[in-house]
């Protein structure tokens, strides 16, 4: 079954190392972030306290820390720096043109293995 994309922005609209929210639907809530041009998506609700808020999370080299308990996690595999712990869900991301499309997630999951 090929993925579905769901154009989201455009590539200006994302400033450097600023987080931009995007609200698929009542469950789904994205957050982008664009570190040296490049762009990542990753779930706006941070997996440790279910908290809305990884849009408004700081930037560290290619990860982004959560902004209530600054839990670290990859940009790129939503893994949490130190201990084995909650994983941050992260979503493909394809640019065609200025355009930005972020695949559409199956659906919502959490992982509470810490
Ligand atoms: S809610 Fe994100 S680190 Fe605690």
């Known amino acids: 079954m090929s993925k579905e994309f769901l154009r989201v922005c455009t590539v200006d609209e994302i400033e450097e190392r600023k987080g931009f929210r995007f609200i698929i639907d009542d ?3 994205i957050a982008l972030f664009k ?26 080299d290619e990860h982004v820390l959560c902004p ?20 941050l869900p992260v979503y493909e991301v394809k640019i065609e ?10 659906n919502k999951f959490f992982n509470f293995d810490f």
């Open 68 to 87: 209530v308990h600054f839990f670290k996690f990859s940009l790129k595999t939503g893994k949490l720096t130190g201990e084995a712990g909650c994983t």
């Open 35 to 60: 570190v040296d041009g490049i762009i990542y998506a990753v779930d706006n609700v941070c997996p440790h306290n279910h908290t809305p808020k990884m849009h408004l999370g700081y930037i560290e």
């Open 97 to 106: 043109g200025n355009e930005v499309f972020v695949e559409k997630p199956d």
């Open 27 to 29: 469950v789904t809530d």
